[in-house]
Structures are given as C-alpha cells and as structure tokens.
C-alpha cells in the first residue's frame, strides 16, 4: 500500500498570497473540510525563473518573479505550518520548484514531494528528488508518454512512487480529464495511481476513484473571489466536505468486494417482496393444475414463480382455499418424485 492510499490532498498552493495567516488558517480550514494532506509550493525566485519570464495566460496580474518572492516564506514559518499540520492530523506536502527548493525542504524535513507536471522534463530535479529516498507524487498534466516513461525511470530508483493523472487546464473541461489514463497508468507502471483535479465540480474526481485512482488533489480556497492565480479554480470549504465524504465513501465500497453469491443477508427481504405461487380460486382435492387457477402474489414463502411449469398437470391432494399460498405438501407426492 502506498503512503498516500485513499487520501485526498487540499492544495492551498499560492493561494495564501504570501500571508502566513492565510496559510495557518488555509491548513485549519482544509483539516476541517476533510483533507488528509495539504500541498504547498516552494518557490525560490532567484533559482527558479529568469526576471521577465512570461506569465501563465489564467494570471497575469504581476510578474512570476516579483510575485514569487513575494509569496515565499521562512523557514520557522515552514516549520510552523509543519508542526501545525501534526496538531490537526494532517499531513504536509510541497512541491519544488528547484533543486534549492528541494534542499530547502529537506532541512525543514517533509515527509514526501509532489513533481508539478512543469518539472516532468527536468530530470536533474528528478534525480535530486529520488536521492531523499522519499515518496514521491508524480504529475503529468504537461508530457506525453515518453516524457513520463524517462521521469518514472529516474524516480523508481528512490521512494514509492505514486503517478497522477492531469490535465494542465484551468480550468479542465470533462472532456480533457482522461479518465481514461488512469487505467493505462496502472497497467503501464504497475504503481499506485493518483488523480490531479482541476475540474470544478466533484464528479470527475470521484469517477478517478472508482476507476481506481487512490489519491485525490483538489485546489482548497477560502473563496475564489480570493486573489491569485489558483483561487478562481479551487473548492471551497463547504464544497470540500462533500467531496471529502464522497471520496471516503467510494474507497470504503472498493476495499469491501461483495460475493453475488452471498444473499444471506437478504433473506428476510427475499421472502417479503419476492412472489410465490397462489390458487386464484378455491380449488378442492383432486384438482389438476391448470395456468388460470394461479396468481403470483406477495409473499415468497410459497412455491416461487420461476417453478410454475413443474406443477402445471399436477393433482391437489388436499382442499386449498383462494388466495392461498401453493405449498409442494398440497400435491401427490409421487407426481411431485416425477418430475
């Protein structure tokens, strides 16, 4: 089982807007609504983007490098985050962004990482990355198989290893999720796979469950009124439960496989609202059984419909009363051992 079976990540990401506040609340909020995880970023500016590198065309309100350093916290706010995580049972993830970013948060000591699928390519990082040992989500939003083939190569030789499918749109419309990557991930890498959501409803991440992804990540925002570029695709809290227990609901199903041939605990049902064989009509001793003296009627502790044809030219050995059940003692047993 991998570290992140049936877990459902909150990624706060950048909406937090740099506020340390925002960030504490945002982890307080997201344990509350459900999260199992809540997914940072780490940028470092200076080691990540040249100063006039273009913006992603969802935010454009300010250069990626200004906007990058301005968001960036401390390391004892890194740890603060950390430690308020174990208070509310959470777990912390982040993604880096660089090799110092990587570096970076092995001194603040996370437990594991999450490769956006802007950094599948840069198998440097990738390197660095499995050389921690730890485990790793991989992203996938941006490559196509060969891209991803060379990443999962690189990254088998460190920690486990969980991919995800992505679709890098913002937001993705049902048609581009690819719910149908998940099966091929799974027969591919032979790997837990996830499920990177950037939908903004529920039911693609809940298929993603039942197609078997075991890890779920939702964009978490108080409002997407907030300022950002996440804030506009993410849940909500409220919205979040919902999905939280939904997901829970659909792991719980998945990991209680039913036997079809178990009914036991349908029994006493079975005899309420299934059928048995009735006489229409008082039918006295000697009675042959013809199709039109017999209804099927409520309950089933009679003779049931699917034996009608067996009794059909059979003798009564006994006076039956209408709208009684047809027991097999109503008849001569001999005809009964004929048949």
Known sequence: MHPFDQVLIAEVGSVHDG?????????????????????FQTHIAEAETIRNAPNPPYFKAEPRFEYFQRTAFTRSQYDDMMALCAERHVGFLSSPFSLEAIDFLEEVGVDAYKVPSGEVTNLPLLRHLAQTKKPVLLSSGMSDWAELDAAVEVLRGGGPLLVMQCSSAYPCSPEAVGLNVIAEMKGRYGCAVGFSDHTLGYASPIAAAALGAVCVEKHFTFSTLMYGSD???????ERFRVLADSLNEVWTALAHPVDKNDISAYAAMKTTFQKSLVARQALPRGT????DMVALKKPGTGIPPAQLDAYLGKTLARDV???????????????????
Do not use: W, Y
Not at 19 to 39: P, W
């Open 321 to 339: 009363a209408a709208d009684a059940l047809l027991h097999p003692d109503d008849f001569f047993q001999r005809e009964l051992s004929r048949t």
């Open 231 to 237: 804030a506009q695709h993410s849940m909500t809290p």
């Open 288 to 291: 042959t059984l013809t199709a």
């Open 19 to 39: 506020s340390f506040g925002n960030a504490m609340k945002l982890i307080e909020a997201a344990a509350a609504s459900g999260a199992k995880c809540v997914k």
